[in-house]
Protein backbone atom coordinates (compact mmCIF):
# COMPACT_ATOMS: atom_id res chain seq x y z
CA UNK A 1 0.00 0.00 0.00
CA UNK A 2 1.29 3.35 -0.99
CA UNK A 3 2.51 5.57 1.62
CA UNK A 4 -0.14 8.86 1.94
CA UNK A 5 2.19 11.99 1.96
CA UNK A 6 -0.67 14.30 1.18
CA UNK A 7 -1.72 16.23 4.28
CA UNK A 8 -5.44 14.75 5.65
CA UNK A 9 -8.57 17.02 5.78
CA UNK A 10 -10.03 17.12 9.17
CA UNK A 11 -13.74 18.68 9.31
CA UNK A 12 -13.76 22.08 8.51
CA UNK A 13 -15.53 23.72 11.80
CA UNK A 14 -17.22 26.16 10.07
CA UNK A 15 -20.82 26.45 9.36
CA UNK A 16 -22.80 23.30 8.09
CA UNK A 17 -24.82 23.02 4.89
CA UNK A 18 -28.06 21.03 5.11
CA UNK A 19 -26.48 17.82 3.54
CA UNK A 20 -23.59 18.32 6.03
CA UNK A 21 -26.34 18.56 9.11
CA UNK A 22 -27.66 14.81 8.32
CA UNK A 23 -24.43 13.07 9.74
CA UNK A 24 -25.70 14.66 13.27
CA UNK A 25 -29.45 14.46 12.89
CA UNK A 26 -29.93 10.51 11.89
CA UNK A 27 -27.39 10.02 15.06
CA UNK A 28 -29.93 11.55 17.55
CA UNK A 29 -32.72 13.88 17.83
CA UNK A 30 -31.89 17.36 17.36
CA UNK A 31 -33.97 19.95 17.67
CA UNK A 32 -33.26 22.74 14.72
CA UNK A 33 -34.35 26.19 16.03
CA UNK A 34 -34.94 28.45 12.68
CA UNK A 35 -34.06 32.13 13.16
CA UNK A 36 -35.84 34.62 11.06
CA UNK A 37 -35.49 38.11 11.30
CA UNK A 38 -34.59 41.77 9.73
CA UNK A 39 -30.94 42.56 9.18
CA UNK A 40 -29.38 43.32 12.53
CA UNK A 41 -32.25 41.95 14.28
CA UNK A 42 -29.65 40.10 16.37
CA UNK A 43 -29.85 36.54 15.01
CA UNK A 44 -26.27 35.61 15.11
CA UNK A 45 -25.99 37.67 18.54
CA UNK A 46 -27.96 35.34 19.73
CA UNK A 47 -26.30 31.99 19.19
CA UNK A 48 -22.41 33.39 19.53
CA UNK A 49 -23.61 34.81 23.22
CA UNK A 50 -24.64 31.26 24.01
CA UNK A 51 -20.88 29.96 22.92
CA UNK A 52 -19.31 32.93 24.92
CA UNK A 53 -21.34 32.29 28.45
CA UNK A 54 -20.73 28.23 27.66
CA UNK A 55 -16.92 29.52 27.47
CA UNK A 56 -17.03 30.85 30.87
CA UNK A 57 -19.12 27.81 32.09
CA UNK A 58 -22.77 26.62 31.88
CA UNK A 59 -26.12 27.57 31.28
CA UNK A 60 -28.97 26.26 33.17
CA UNK A 61 -26.02 23.16 34.05
CA UNK A 62 -25.52 22.72 30.55
CA UNK A 63 -21.81 22.49 29.23
CA UNK A 64 -20.50 22.31 25.98
CA UNK A 65 -19.52 18.64 24.91
CA UNK A 66 -18.56 19.35 21.37
CA UNK A 67 -19.40 20.86 18.55
CA UNK A 68 -18.69 21.04 14.39
CA UNK A 69 -18.98 24.62 14.26
CA UNK A 70 -16.06 25.69 16.56
CA UNK A 71 -14.18 27.97 14.18
CA UNK A 72 -17.73 29.62 12.87
CA UNK A 73 -18.50 30.07 16.59
CA UNK A 74 -15.25 31.43 17.48
CA UNK A 75 -15.28 33.78 13.97
CA UNK A 76 -18.90 34.91 14.96
CA UNK A 77 -17.90 36.28 18.78
CA UNK A 78 -14.58 37.62 17.70
CA UNK A 79 -15.76 41.45 17.40
CA UNK A 80 -17.30 41.02 20.52
CA UNK A 81 -14.37 41.05 22.21
CA UNK A 82 -11.05 43.07 23.08
CA UNK A 83 -8.83 41.05 21.38
CA UNK A 84 -10.40 41.75 17.73
CA UNK A 85 -9.39 45.47 18.00
CA UNK A 86 -12.93 46.50 18.12
CA UNK A 87 -14.05 49.54 19.71
CA UNK A 88 -17.58 48.35 20.08
CA UNK A 89 -19.27 45.38 20.82
CA UNK A 90 -20.11 43.70 17.44
CA UNK A 91 -21.05 40.75 14.84
CA UNK A 92 -20.59 39.98 11.52
CA UNK A 93 -23.20 40.38 9.49
CA UNK A 94 -24.39 36.90 7.47
CA UNK A 95 -23.77 37.28 4.17
CA UNK A 96 -26.39 36.69 1.52
CA UNK A 97 -24.07 35.06 -0.46
CA UNK A 98 -23.52 32.19 2.42
CA UNK A 99 -27.43 30.99 1.94
CA UNK A 100 -28.81 28.65 4.70
CA UNK A 101 -26.09 27.56 7.38
CA UNK A 102 -26.43 25.57 10.40
CA UNK A 103 -24.22 26.06 14.04
CA UNK A 104 -24.04 23.38 15.92
CA UNK A 105 -23.77 22.83 19.70
CA UNK A 106 -23.37 19.34 21.39
CA UNK A 107 -24.27 19.95 25.14
CA UNK A 108 -24.60 17.97 28.56
CA UNK A 109 -25.97 18.72 32.59
CA UNK A 110 -24.01 15.69 33.78
CA UNK A 111 -21.65 13.24 32.62
CA UNK A 112 -24.27 10.57 33.39
CA UNK A 113 -27.12 11.82 31.30
CA UNK A 114 -27.73 11.67 27.29
CA UNK A 115 -25.65 14.26 25.06
CA UNK A 116 -28.29 16.97 23.90
CA UNK A 117 -27.65 18.33 20.14
CA UNK A 118 -29.27 21.93 19.49
CA UNK A 119 -28.44 22.98 15.82
CA UNK A 120 -29.07 26.83 14.88
CA UNK A 121 -30.21 27.15 10.99
CA UNK A 122 -29.42 30.85 10.20
CA UNK A 123 -29.70 32.98 7.08
CA UNK A 124 -28.88 36.70 6.28
CA UNK A 125 -31.50 38.72 6.77
CA UNK A 126 -31.99 39.97 3.70
CA UNK A 127 -33.48 36.89 2.58
CA UNK A 128 -36.28 37.55 5.43
CA UNK A 129 -36.99 41.23 3.99
CA UNK A 130 -36.81 39.00 0.62
CA UNK A 131 -39.48 36.63 1.59
CA UNK A 132 -42.12 39.62 3.18
CA UNK A 133 -42.12 41.03 -0.45
CA UNK A 134 -42.13 37.68 -2.80
CA UNK A 135 -43.27 34.53 -1.88
CA UNK A 136 -40.79 32.89 -4.00
CA UNK A 137 -38.27 33.54 -1.45
CA UNK A 138 -39.53 31.11 0.80
CA UNK A 139 -37.93 27.98 -1.36
CA UNK A 140 -34.80 28.74 0.74
CA UNK A 141 -36.63 28.33 3.67
CA UNK A 142 -37.32 24.43 3.59
CA UNK A 143 -35.52 23.48 6.66
CA UNK A 144 -38.21 25.40 8.28
CA UNK A 145 -40.65 22.57 7.62
CA UNK A 146 -38.34 20.09 9.49
CA UNK A 147 -37.19 22.59 12.26
CA UNK A 148 -38.84 22.26 15.95
CA UNK A 149 -38.50 25.99 16.84
CA UNK A 150 -38.91 28.92 14.61
CA UNK A 151 -37.98 32.09 16.42
CA UNK A 152 -38.72 35.78 14.61
CA UNK A 153 -36.60 38.23 15.77
CA UNK A 154 -38.19 41.74 16.24
CA UNK A 155 -35.91 44.47 17.08
CA UNK A 156 -36.34 45.89 20.29
CA UNK A 157 -34.43 49.55 19.02
CA UNK A 158 -36.70 49.62 16.23
CA UNK A 159 -39.75 49.30 18.23
CA UNK A 160 -39.07 51.88 19.88
CA UNK A 161 -39.01 53.99 17.19
CA UNK A 162 -42.59 55.07 16.43
CA UNK A 163 -42.26 55.36 12.40
CA UNK A 164 -40.88 51.73 12.14
CA UNK A 165 -42.55 49.79 15.02
CA UNK A 166 -45.58 49.22 12.55
CA UNK A 167 -43.57 47.82 9.95
CA UNK A 168 -41.36 45.78 11.93
CA UNK A 169 -44.40 44.29 13.27
CA UNK A 170 -46.25 44.16 10.13
CA UNK A 171 -43.43 42.70 8.17
CA UNK A 172 -43.20 39.46 11.25
CA UNK A 173 -46.79 38.72 10.28
CA UNK A 174 -46.65 38.98 6.70
CA UNK A 175 -43.53 36.30 6.83
CA UNK A 176 -45.30 34.26 9.50
CA UNK A 177 -48.41 33.96 6.97
CA UNK A 178 -46.58 33.46 3.96
CA UNK A 179 -44.58 30.25 5.95
CA UNK A 180 -47.90 28.80 6.93
CA UNK A 181 -49.68 29.64 3.69
CA UNK A 182 -46.58 27.79 2.17
CA UNK A 183 -46.70 24.91 3.79
CA UNK A 184 -43.46 25.34 5.56
CA UNK A 185 -44.35 25.93 9.02
CA UNK A 186 -45.75 22.61 10.66
CA UNK A 187 -48.21 22.29 13.22
CA UNK A 188 -45.55 20.61 15.67
CA UNK A 189 -42.97 23.61 14.75
CA UNK A 190 -43.34 26.10 18.16
CA UNK A 191 -43.66 29.86 16.89
CA UNK A 192 -41.41 32.05 19.10
CA UNK A 193 -41.53 35.98 19.00
CA UNK A 194 -38.17 36.99 20.30
CA UNK A 195 -38.17 41.04 20.94
CA UNK A 196 -34.43 41.43 20.81
CA UNK A 197 -32.37 44.37 22.26
CA UNK A 198 -34.73 44.18 24.87
CA UNK A 199 -32.22 46.64 26.63
CA UNK A 200 -32.86 49.08 24.37
CA UNK A 201 -36.51 48.97 25.43
CA UNK A 202 -36.06 48.36 29.36
CA UNK A 203 -33.86 51.30 29.90
CA UNK A 204 -37.01 53.68 28.65
CA UNK A 205 -38.36 52.44 31.91
CA UNK A 206 -41.65 50.14 33.07
CA UNK A 207 -44.29 52.00 31.11
CA UNK A 208 -42.25 51.31 27.41
CA UNK A 209 -41.63 48.20 28.39
CA UNK A 210 -45.35 46.68 28.98
CA UNK A 211 -46.27 48.95 25.78
CA UNK A 212 -43.97 47.75 23.80
CA UNK A 213 -44.57 44.54 24.75
CA UNK A 214 -48.42 44.79 24.05
CA UNK A 215 -47.71 46.23 21.05
CA UNK A 216 -46.36 43.18 19.51
CA UNK A 217 -48.76 40.90 21.34
CA UNK A 218 -51.65 43.02 19.76
CA UNK A 219 -51.24 41.49 16.50
CA UNK A 220 -48.81 38.37 16.58
CA UNK A 221 -50.90 36.54 19.23
CA UNK A 222 -52.77 33.06 19.07
CA UNK A 223 -55.92 34.17 17.58
CA UNK A 224 -54.53 36.23 14.92
CA UNK A 225 -52.72 33.44 13.88
CA UNK A 226 -54.59 30.54 14.62
CA UNK A 227 -51.61 29.17 16.48
CA UNK A 228 -49.67 28.87 19.53
CA UNK A 229 -47.52 31.83 19.90
CA UNK A 230 -44.79 32.71 22.69
CA UNK A 231 -43.15 36.38 23.16
CA UNK A 232 -40.10 36.69 25.09
CA UNK A 233 -38.06 39.68 25.80
CA UNK A 234 -34.30 38.84 24.97
CA UNK A 235 -30.91 40.80 25.19
CA UNK A 236 -28.24 38.69 24.44
CA UNK A 237 -25.73 41.26 24.78
CA UNK A 238 -27.13 43.85 26.70
CA UNK A 239 -25.49 47.79 26.24
CA UNK A 240 -22.40 47.99 28.58
CA UNK A 241 -25.06 50.79 30.62
CA UNK A 242 -27.74 48.01 30.55
CA UNK A 243 -28.74 46.73 33.73
CA UNK A 244 -29.81 43.50 32.52
CA UNK A 245 -27.51 40.42 32.90
CA UNK A 246 -25.89 39.08 29.86
CA UNK A 247 -28.19 36.41 28.05
CA UNK A 248 -31.21 38.74 29.45
CA UNK A 249 -34.45 35.82 28.74
CA UNK A 250 -32.46 33.68 26.86
CA UNK A 251 -31.50 31.09 29.15
CA UNK A 252 -34.97 30.21 29.87
CA UNK A 253 -35.35 29.47 26.23
CA UNK A 254 -32.04 28.05 25.46
CA UNK A 255 -33.46 25.32 28.11
CA UNK A 256 -36.66 25.09 26.14
CA UNK A 257 -34.88 24.47 22.98
CA UNK A 258 -32.50 22.08 24.50
CA UNK A 259 -35.06 19.93 26.64
CA UNK A 260 -37.81 19.78 23.66
CA UNK A 261 -38.89 16.27 22.83
CA UNK A 262 -39.90 15.27 19.76
CA UNK A 263 -43.48 15.63 18.58
CA UNK A 264 -44.14 12.26 18.49
CA UNK A 265 -42.77 11.90 21.80
CA UNK A 266 -44.99 14.74 23.35
CA UNK A 267 -47.74 12.70 23.82
CA UNK A 268 -46.26 9.93 25.12
CA UNK A 269 -44.39 11.83 27.86
CA UNK A 270 -41.03 9.69 27.14
CA UNK A 271 -38.36 11.40 26.87
CA UNK A 272 -36.20 11.27 23.52
CA UNK A 273 -33.02 8.55 23.54
CA UNK A 274 -30.08 9.70 23.87
CA UNK A 275 -26.47 9.55 22.45
CA UNK A 276 -23.39 8.29 23.62
CA UNK A 277 -20.12 8.60 22.61
CA UNK A 278 -19.40 5.02 20.75
CA UNK A 279 -22.28 5.81 18.63
CA UNK A 280 -21.23 9.15 17.54
CA UNK A 281 -17.28 8.03 16.95
CA UNK A 282 -18.01 4.63 15.41
CA UNK A 283 -20.75 5.99 12.87
CA UNK A 284 -19.14 6.00 9.36
CA UNK A 285 -19.05 9.41 7.81
CA UNK A 286 -18.01 11.70 11.13
CA UNK A 287 -16.12 14.11 11.39
CA UNK A 288 -13.14 13.35 9.63
CA UNK B 1 5.05 -3.18 28.83
CA UNK B 2 5.30 -3.01 25.33
CA UNK B 3 5.31 -0.34 22.47
CA UNK B 4 3.27 2.78 23.44
CA UNK B 5 2.80 6.31 22.62
CA UNK B 6 1.33 9.62 23.57
CA UNK B 7 0.56 12.85 21.88
CA UNK B 8 1.48 16.27 23.54
CA UNK B 9 -1.29 18.36 22.79
CA UNK B 10 -0.58 22.23 23.75
CA UNK B 11 -0.36 25.63 21.58
CA UNK B 12 2.98 28.16 21.36
CA UNK B 13 4.81 28.61 25.13
CA UNK B 14 2.70 25.87 26.62
CA UNK B 15 6.17 24.39 28.17
CA UNK B 16 5.84 21.48 26.07
CA UNK B 17 9.78 21.50 25.56
CA UNK B 18 10.29 22.28 29.01
CA UNK B 19 9.00 19.40 30.41
CA UNK B 20 10.11 17.68 27.93
CA UNK B 21 13.75 18.62 29.16
CA UNK B 22 13.34 18.43 32.25
CA UNK B 23 12.10 14.68 31.83
CA UNK B 24 14.95 13.49 29.92
CA UNK B 25 17.39 14.69 32.74
CA UNK B 26 15.63 12.94 35.51
CA UNK B 27 14.79 9.72 33.54
CA UNK B 28 18.81 9.81 32.95
CA UNK B 29 19.88 10.73 36.26
CA UNK B 30 17.57 9.51 38.43
CA UNK B 31 18.56 11.72 41.36
CA UNK B 32 15.32 10.88 43.20
CA UNK B 33 13.19 8.05 42.99
CA UNK B 34 10.75 8.32 40.01
CA UNK B 35 7.84 5.70 38.60
CA UNK B 36 9.99 5.53 35.08
CA UNK B 37 13.48 5.41 34.54
CA UNK B 38 15.45 5.01 31.20
CA UNK B 39 16.26 1.52 30.26
CA UNK B 40 18.44 2.12 27.73
CA UNK B 41 19.70 5.77 26.41
CA UNK B 42 17.69 7.07 23.37
CA UNK B 43 20.36 6.16 20.11
CA UNK B 44 19.93 9.39 18.58
CA UNK B 45 20.14 12.47 21.40
CA UNK B 46 21.19 15.36 19.93
CA UNK B 47 18.06 17.37 20.06
CA UNK B 48 17.19 16.10 23.59
CA UNK B 49 21.01 16.90 24.68
CA UNK B 50 20.75 20.70 23.48
CA UNK B 51 16.64 20.97 25.34
CA UNK B 52 18.86 19.44 28.62
CA UNK B 53 21.53 21.84 28.47
CA UNK B 54 19.60 24.95 27.86
CA UNK B 55 17.21 23.68 30.66
CA UNK B 56 20.42 22.86 33.26
CA UNK B 57 21.71 26.38 32.27
CA UNK B 58 18.21 28.14 32.36
CA UNK B 59 18.07 29.87 28.98
CA UNK B 60 15.63 30.08 26.57
CA UNK B 61 14.66 26.95 24.06
CA UNK B 62 15.54 27.44 20.86
CA UNK B 63 11.44 27.36 19.46
CA UNK B 64 10.82 24.02 18.53
CA UNK B 65 11.04 24.05 14.27
CA UNK B 66 10.09 20.87 13.38
CA UNK B 67 6.38 19.88 12.82
CA UNK B 68 6.96 16.73 14.45
CA UNK B 69 10.46 15.90 16.35
CA UNK B 70 9.88 12.00 16.87
CA UNK B 71 11.46 10.57 19.92
CA UNK B 72 11.75 7.23 21.36
CA UNK B 73 12.41 6.57 24.76
CA UNK B 74 12.99 2.42 26.13
CA UNK B 75 11.98 3.06 29.80
CA UNK B 76 11.53 0.73 32.31
CA UNK B 77 8.82 1.16 35.51
CA UNK B 78 9.96 -0.10 39.11
CA UNK B 79 8.66 -3.25 39.17
CA UNK B 80 10.99 -3.75 35.52
CA UNK B 81 8.34 -4.34 33.02
CA UNK B 82 9.87 -2.46 29.64
CA UNK B 83 9.22 -0.82 26.88
CA UNK B 84 9.25 2.17 23.97
CA UNK B 85 7.94 4.95 24.27
CA UNK B 86 7.22 7.25 21.38
CA UNK B 87 6.75 10.84 22.40
CA UNK B 88 6.77 12.97 19.61
CA UNK B 89 7.65 16.95 20.25
CA UNK B 90 5.20 18.52 18.29
CA UNK B 91 5.84 22.49 18.10
CA UNK B 92 3.15 24.39 19.26
CA UNK B 93 2.94 26.53 15.40
CA UNK B 94 2.09 23.42 14.05
CA UNK B 95 -1.42 23.04 16.49
CA UNK B 96 -1.61 26.43 15.74
CA UNK B 97 -1.76 25.24 11.87
CA UNK B 98 -3.98 22.37 12.95
CA UNK B 99 -6.75 24.60 14.05
CA UNK B 100 -6.59 27.10 11.30
CA UNK B 101 -5.91 25.32 8.15
CA UNK B 102 -7.74 22.21 8.82
CA UNK B 103 -5.17 19.46 7.95
CA UNK B 104 -2.97 16.96 9.48
CA UNK B 105 0.28 15.67 8.25
CA UNK B 106 -0.13 11.81 7.45
CA UNK B 107 2.57 11.42 10.56
CA UNK B 108 0.53 12.82 12.92
CA UNK B 109 -2.71 11.54 12.12
CA UNK B 110 -0.51 8.09 12.33
CA UNK B 111 0.03 8.88 15.52
CA UNK B 112 -3.35 9.81 16.62
CA UNK B 113 -4.83 6.80 15.74
CA UNK B 114 -2.49 5.19 17.84
CA UNK B 115 -2.09 6.91 20.41
CA UNK B 116 -2.23 5.55 23.63
CA UNK B 117 -2.26 8.45 25.91
CA UNK B 118 -2.61 12.42 25.52
CA UNK B 119 -0.02 15.26 27.38
CA UNK B 120 -2.14 18.72 27.40
CA UNK B 121 -0.10 21.10 28.28
CA UNK B 122 -1.67 24.36 29.16
CA UNK B 123 0.22 27.90 29.80
CA UNK B 124 -1.87 29.69 32.63
CA UNK B 125 -0.46 33.16 30.73
CA UNK B 126 -2.36 32.55 27.64
CA UNK B 127 -5.12 30.39 28.51
CA UNK B 128 -7.96 32.69 29.49
CA UNK B 129 -11.02 33.17 29.28
CA UNK B 130 -11.79 35.86 26.20
CA UNK B 131 -12.67 39.40 27.62
CA UNK B 132 -15.30 40.93 26.04
CA UNK B 133 -15.74 44.87 24.75
CA UNK B 134 -19.01 44.66 26.84
CA UNK B 135 -16.77 44.02 30.19
CA UNK B 136 -14.31 46.12 29.45
CA UNK B 137 -16.72 49.18 28.87
CA UNK B 138 -18.45 48.41 32.39
CA UNK B 139 -15.11 48.12 34.11
CA UNK B 140 -14.46 51.59 32.67
CA UNK B 141 -17.91 52.66 33.39
CA UNK B 142 -17.27 51.36 37.15
CA UNK B 143 -14.05 52.73 37.35
CA UNK B 144 -14.70 56.63 35.42
CA UNK B 145 -11.84 55.67 33.34
CA UNK B 146 -11.98 57.10 30.04
CA UNK B 147 -9.20 55.60 28.39
CA UNK B 148 -9.76 51.98 28.35
CA UNK B 149 -6.33 50.90 29.38
CA UNK B 150 -7.68 48.37 32.42
CA UNK B 151 -7.84 44.79 32.94
CA UNK B 152 -10.18 42.53 33.08
CA UNK B 153 -11.87 41.24 36.00
CA UNK B 154 -11.03 37.65 35.03
CA UNK B 155 -7.29 38.95 34.84
CA UNK B 156 -6.63 39.80 38.57
CA UNK B 157 -8.12 37.02 39.74
CA UNK B 158 -5.02 35.14 39.23
CA UNK B 159 -1.32 34.73 37.32
CA UNK B 160 -3.76 33.00 34.77
CA UNK B 161 -4.70 35.68 32.46
CA UNK B 162 -3.41 38.54 30.29
CA UNK B 163 -3.60 41.69 32.50
CA UNK B 164 -0.37 43.71 30.40
CA UNK B 165 -2.09 47.43 30.01
CA UNK B 166 -0.37 47.86 27.19
CA UNK B 167 -1.14 44.86 25.53
CA UNK B 168 -5.05 45.98 25.90
CA UNK B 169 -4.18 49.53 25.03
CA UNK B 170 -1.95 48.25 21.51
CA UNK B 171 -5.13 45.76 20.83
CA UNK B 172 -7.45 48.45 20.84
CA UNK B 173 -5.03 50.99 18.93
CA UNK B 174 -5.05 48.52 16.05
CA UNK B 175 -8.37 49.02 15.34
CA UNK B 176 -7.94 51.62 12.00
CA UNK B 177 -10.99 50.01 9.60
CA UNK B 178 -12.69 46.75 9.71
CA UNK B 179 -12.22 43.98 12.03
CA UNK B 180 -10.63 40.94 10.54
CA UNK B 181 -10.96 38.01 11.37
CA UNK B 182 -7.65 35.28 12.08
CA UNK B 183 -8.28 31.82 13.63
CA UNK B 184 -5.43 32.10 15.74
CA UNK B 185 -7.18 34.79 17.63
CA UNK B 186 -9.85 32.63 18.91
CA UNK B 187 -9.93 30.81 22.28
CA UNK B 188 -7.88 28.46 23.33
CA UNK B 189 -9.79 26.83 25.11
CA UNK B 190 -12.08 26.23 22.51
CA UNK B 191 -8.47 25.38 20.00
CA UNK B 192 -7.54 22.56 22.56
CA UNK B 193 -11.25 21.13 22.83
CA UNK B 194 -10.94 21.35 19.24
CA UNK B 195 -8.25 19.15 18.80
CA UNK B 196 -9.43 16.98 21.52
CA UNK B 197 -12.34 15.99 19.68
CA UNK B 198 -10.61 15.77 16.56
CA UNK B 199 -8.16 13.03 18.84
CA UNK B 200 -10.92 11.17 20.17
CA UNK B 201 -12.22 10.31 16.71
CA UNK B 202 -9.17 9.07 15.11
CA UNK B 203 -8.16 6.86 18.26
CA UNK B 204 -8.45 3.42 18.04
CA UNK B 205 -9.13 3.07 21.72
CA UNK B 206 -11.58 5.26 24.23
CA UNK B 207 -11.16 6.80 26.13
CA UNK B 208 -7.58 8.48 26.03
CA UNK B 209 -6.17 9.02 28.79
CA UNK B 210 -5.46 12.67 29.17
CA UNK B 211 -2.84 14.02 31.80
CA UNK B 212 -3.66 18.10 31.72
CA UNK B 213 -0.32 19.07 32.26
CA UNK B 214 -0.44 23.26 34.05
CA UNK B 215 2.81 24.33 33.19
CA UNK B 216 4.68 27.04 34.74
CA UNK B 217 2.59 26.03 38.30
CA UNK B 218 5.08 27.84 40.43
CA UNK B 219 3.75 31.34 39.16
CA UNK B 220 0.30 30.55 40.24
CA UNK B 221 1.82 28.72 43.74
CA UNK B 222 2.70 31.89 44.18
CA UNK B 223 -0.35 34.16 43.92
CA UNK B 224 -2.86 31.04 45.63
CA UNK B 225 0.10 28.75 47.85
CA UNK B 226 -3.19 26.42 48.55
CA UNK B 227 -3.98 26.02 44.80
CA UNK B 228 -4.67 22.27 43.63
CA UNK B 229 -5.22 21.93 39.92
CA UNK B 230 -8.31 20.25 39.21
CA UNK B 231 -9.60 23.35 41.08
CA UNK B 232 -7.76 25.83 39.16
CA UNK B 233 -8.88 24.43 36.11
CA UNK B 234 -12.08 24.32 37.08
CA UNK B 235 -11.72 28.04 38.09
CA UNK B 236 -10.01 29.88 35.29
CA UNK B 237 -10.62 27.61 32.34
CA UNK B 238 -13.95 26.56 32.77
CA UNK B 239 -14.81 25.58 29.00
CA UNK B 240 -12.02 23.01 28.62
CA UNK B 241 -12.73 21.37 32.13
CA UNK B 242 -16.34 21.49 31.29
CA UNK B 243 -15.95 19.88 27.73
CA UNK B 244 -13.33 17.03 29.11
CA UNK B 245 -16.21 16.46 32.21
CA UNK B 246 -19.12 15.51 29.71
CA UNK B 247 -16.99 13.19 27.79
CA UNK B 248 -16.12 10.53 30.04
CA UNK B 249 -16.38 7.65 27.20
CA UNK B 250 -13.72 9.52 25.16
CA UNK B 251 -11.70 11.17 28.00
CA UNK B 252 -10.30 10.08 31.73
CA UNK B 253 -8.25 13.00 32.59
CA UNK B 254 -5.95 13.97 35.73
CA UNK B 255 -4.90 17.17 35.76
CA UNK B 256 -1.13 17.73 36.98
CA UNK B 257 0.56 21.13 38.30
CA UNK B 258 4.08 21.12 37.09
CA UNK B 259 6.64 23.68 37.29
CA UNK B 260 9.10 21.92 35.39
CA UNK B 261 11.96 24.65 35.30
CA UNK B 262 10.98 25.59 39.28
CA UNK B 263 11.02 29.16 38.42
CA UNK B 264 11.68 31.72 35.79
CA UNK B 265 14.70 31.91 34.12
CA UNK B 266 15.78 35.45 34.28
CA UNK B 267 14.49 36.00 38.29
CA UNK B 268 15.54 32.87 39.15
CA UNK B 269 18.01 31.34 37.41
CA UNK B 270 21.07 32.08 39.79
CA UNK B 271 19.03 30.61 42.87
CA UNK B 272 18.11 27.30 40.31
CA UNK B 273 21.73 26.48 38.65
CA UNK B 274 23.20 26.91 42.24
CA UNK B 275 21.13 23.47 43.09
CA UNK B 276 23.57 20.54 43.09
CA UNK B 277 20.10 18.39 42.05
CA UNK B 278 18.93 19.75 39.24
CA UNK B 279 15.93 17.43 39.72
CA UNK B 280 14.86 19.34 42.62
CA UNK B 281 14.14 22.17 40.80
CA UNK B 282 10.88 20.40 39.28
CA UNK B 283 7.57 20.38 40.95
CA UNK B 284 4.62 18.42 40.66
CA UNK B 285 1.38 18.61 42.05
CA UNK B 286 -1.45 15.55 41.21
CA UNK B 287 -2.71 12.52 42.18
CA UNK B 288 -0.04 9.92 42.75
CA UNK B 289 2.66 12.20 41.97
CA UNK B 290 6.20 12.42 43.94
CA UNK B 291 7.14 16.08 44.71
CA UNK B 292 9.24 15.76 41.78
CA UNK B 293 8.51 13.32 39.80
CA UNK B 294 7.91 14.62 36.41
CA UNK B 295 7.42 10.69 35.31
CA UNK B 296 4.27 10.20 36.95
CA UNK B 297 2.05 11.96 34.86
CA UNK B 298 3.35 9.88 31.58
CA UNK B 299 3.10 6.62 33.53
CA UNK B 300 -0.69 7.53 34.48
CA UNK B 301 -1.34 8.85 30.65
CA UNK B 302 0.43 5.32 29.23
CA UNK B 303 -1.49 3.37 31.78
CA UNK B 304 1.69 1.84 32.98
CA UNK B 305 -0.04 2.06 36.63
CA UNK B 306 -2.39 -0.79 35.91
Same mark, same amino acid.
Given at each position: MPEITEPIRVHSGNTLKREEIVRITRRAYTPIVFLAG??? %?GKTTLFASIHDQLLSGAIREYRC?? %???FMALEERCFESRVASGSPEADTPRTPLAAGQEYLHFRLRNSPNNPFKELLFADMSGEFYERAVHDASELAEFGILKRSDFLAVLLDGGKLMNRGKRHIVRDEALTFIRRCEESRL?? %?DTALQVLISKWDLVSERGPDEESGCAEFVKSRLNSETLKRQVDVFRIAARPNPSSKLPALYGVELLFQEWVETVPALLRSTGREPSGINAQMVFNQAGGWR | MSSRSVVAVGLPNAGKSTFIAALTYVLKNQEVTTQLRFKKLPEEMTYLTALVNDWLDCVPF?????ALHRLEFSLQTADNAVGVITFPDISGETFEQHWALREWEPDFAKLAETANGVLLFLNPKSSEKPFSIVAQKKIEAVLD?????IDSPESDASASHTNDKDEVGSRLNEKQGAVIWDPKKATSQVKLADILQMLANRASNLPLRVGVIVSAWDIIKEK????QPDHWLADYVPFLDGFLKMNPEMFVTRIYGVSAQGGDNERDGEKLRALDMPTLRIKVQGQDCGEHDITAPLKWVLRLDA
Open positions: DVK %SAG %SETLQ %S | ERTKHLSDGMEPAA
